[in-house]
T-cell receptor, first 113, second 117 residues
Framework: AQTVTQSQPEMSVQEAETVTLSCTYDTSENNYYLFWYKQPPSRQMILVIRQEAYKQQNATENRFSVNFQKAAKSFSLKISDSQLGDTAMYFCAFMKRGNQFYFGTGTSLTVIP | DAGVIQSPRHEVTEMGQEVTLRCKPISGHDYLFWYRQTMMRGLELLIYFNNNVPIDDSGMPEDRFSAKMPNASFSTLKIQPSEPRDSAVYFC???????????????FGEGSWLTVV
């Protein structure tokens, strides 16, 4: 069975500082995708970053980057230069072949002015 | 507790046919959400309910889509008539509160994978 674990229900960070959100997953698959989604109060789910498991290089999107450790099955999200608009729920997700998605329970991030 | 339960897990249908996706939220949750996932657009919020009442359906693509929540333990998303561009994974989710809040979160079902040919 596939599981995705986010062990931090809530976190806070000072504006302009850096924060890292943790995610671990469990799978026997070798090829899969990992995602971080952001859910602001509008409840839309915004794709933040995506990582293919076969790529060793960590994905980066502007202020967002991941630390993908395949052997450890870890996929953490680093947000640099945090902004007030980063306040949201963040969901880690795993997708395996067949388009089956599994979501973590989310981390509530608050950016403090 | 059982999680959010969706059915069917997979469905293949012909263009023009009616499709009904079903969802049973977690017992006691006040909010129910329907999302659509495509690789191009990621997760899109289609509609959400609070206490069985539709609150925001602005994400519903067009009149071919409709959603109902006749009671607190059941919701349907219907597409009539279906088109190939409707092919996607449809997620149902439920939560206790609509906004990020300490200790509360949104729980997703495993999704319904729809293919319209």
């Amino acid at each position: 069975a596939q599981t995705v674990t986010q062990s931090q229900p809530e976190m806070s960070v000072q504006e302009a500082e850096t924060v890292t959100l943790s995610c671990t997953y469990d799978t026997s698959e070798n090829n899969y995708y990992l995602f971080w989604y952001k859910q602001p109060p509008s409840r839309q789910m915004i794709l933040v970053i995506r990582q293919e498991a076969y790529k060793q290089q960590n994905a980066t999107e502007n202020r967002f980057s991941v630390n993908f450790q395949k052997a450890a099955k870890s996929f953490s999200l680093k947000i640099s230069d945090s902004q007030l608009g980063d306040t949201a729920m963040y969901f880690c997700a795993f997708m395996k072949r067949g388009n089956q998605f599994y979501f973590g329970t989310g981390t509530s991030l608050t950016v403090i002015p | 507790d059982a999680g959010v339960i969706q059915s069917p897990r997979h469905e293949v249908t012909e263009m023009g046919q009616e499709v009904t996706l079903r969802c049973k939220p977690i017992s006691g949750h006040d909010y129910l959400f329907w999302y659509r996932q495509t690789m191009m657009r990621g997760l899109e919020l289609l509609i959400y309910f609070n206490n069985n009442v539709p609150i925001d359906d602005s994400g519903m693509p067009e009149d071919r889509f409709s959603a109902k929540m006749p009671n607190a333990s059941f919701s349907t998303l219907k597409i009539q008539p279906s088109e190939p561009r409707d092919s996607a994974v449809y997620f149902c989710a439920s939560s206790l509160v609509p906004r990020p809040s300490s200790g509360n979160t949104i729980y997703f079902g495993e999704g319904s994978w729809l293919t319209v040919v």
